[in-house]
Structure formats: structure tokens, C-alpha cells
């Protein structure tokens, strides 16, 4: 089954949640209202800290805030912030397939990835917000 990782939909759940308030969230009260590992979360935070897509504001009124509006923030950008740089397939990665002859698949492969990054390129975290959720799908 290709999916996204669970780290990338936790990331989601939470740049969702900063992405609809102005407001510092904490982690371990997002972790208890979403039943999200808290430890997890940390280590998710700490990547997209570490890409300048959120901040964190310390204190007893402290939490996470986003660097940047939504609207400046793709999903592709999350995505690149907790895996890298990402491919659908490891030949798409480094070039070399472990075929000896060339496959028919690699092109098909090739634009599905394509329309992915730009699908991801697209959205936004403002994208994320309940009223542009129910107008996505």
C-alpha cells in the first residue's frame, strides 16, 4: 500500500491546528485532545522547527506558533521538512534501477510523482482549515 507516514499526518493534525489560531499550542494539550503520542509530536516539531515552518514561544503561555501565514506554507514544504528529499521509488532517487533492462513502468512512476509534488506545491496550510477541508474533497 503507498501512504503517507504516520509522521506526516500527525504534522498535518498539527500545522492544521496552528494553522487556525494566532495562539501558542502546546504540545502535550494537543497530544491529549487528538490522542497523539506526545513524544512523537516532539520529534515532529522538532523537524519542522528545524525548517522554519513553526516557532516556539516559551513560557507558561507557551507552545508553537507557524513562522510564516498558511498561506505561505505548502504541503510540500512540510512534507521535504520530515522526509527529505522524497521520491516514489528508489530508482527515482538515485537514477539507477535495479532492472538490468529498462522498465515500462518508470515513466508512468515518474509523472505520478510529478503531479504529486505539485499537487503538494499547491496546497497550503490555509488549505488545512475546516472550511477549505469540506471544499477539497
Known amino acids: 500500500m ?12 498539527f500545522l492544521g491546528e496552528l494553522a487556525q489560531t494566532t495562539s501558542p499550542v502546546s504540545l502535550s494539550s494537543l ?7 506526545l513524544k512523537f509530536l516532539e520529534q515532529i516539531a522538532a523537524k519542522l522547527k528545524a525548517a522554519d515552518i513553526i516557532t516556539a514561544k516559551s513560557g507558561p503561555t507557551g507552545g508553537h506558533i507557524l513562522s510564516h501565514p498558511p498561506h505561505q506554507i505548502s504541503l510540500n514544504q512540510v512534507v521535504s521538512a520530515l ?11 538515485t537514477g ?14 515518474k509523472k505520478a510523482e510529478a503531479l504529486l509534488r505539485h499537487t503538494f506545491s499547491h496546497y497550503t496550510l490555509a488549505d488545512l482549515t475546516p ?4 471544499s477539497v474533497s
Not at 503507498?2 to 493534525?13: E, F, G, K, N, P
Not at 539507477?96 to 512512476?109: G, K, L, Q, V
Open 2 to 13: 503507498l501512504q503517507l507516514s504516520r509522521q506526516i499526518d500527525y504534522a498535518l493534525v
Open 31 to 37: 497530544a491529549k485532545t487528538r490522542n497523539l503520542p
Open 83 to 93: 522526509e527529505g528529499e522524497w521520491h516514489l521509488t528508489s530508482c527515482l532517487a
Open 96 to 109: 539507477n534501477c535495479f532492472a538490468p533492462t529498462p522498465c515500462s513502468h518508470r515513466p508512468i512512476i
Open 131 to 134: 472550511t477549505k477541508i469540506s
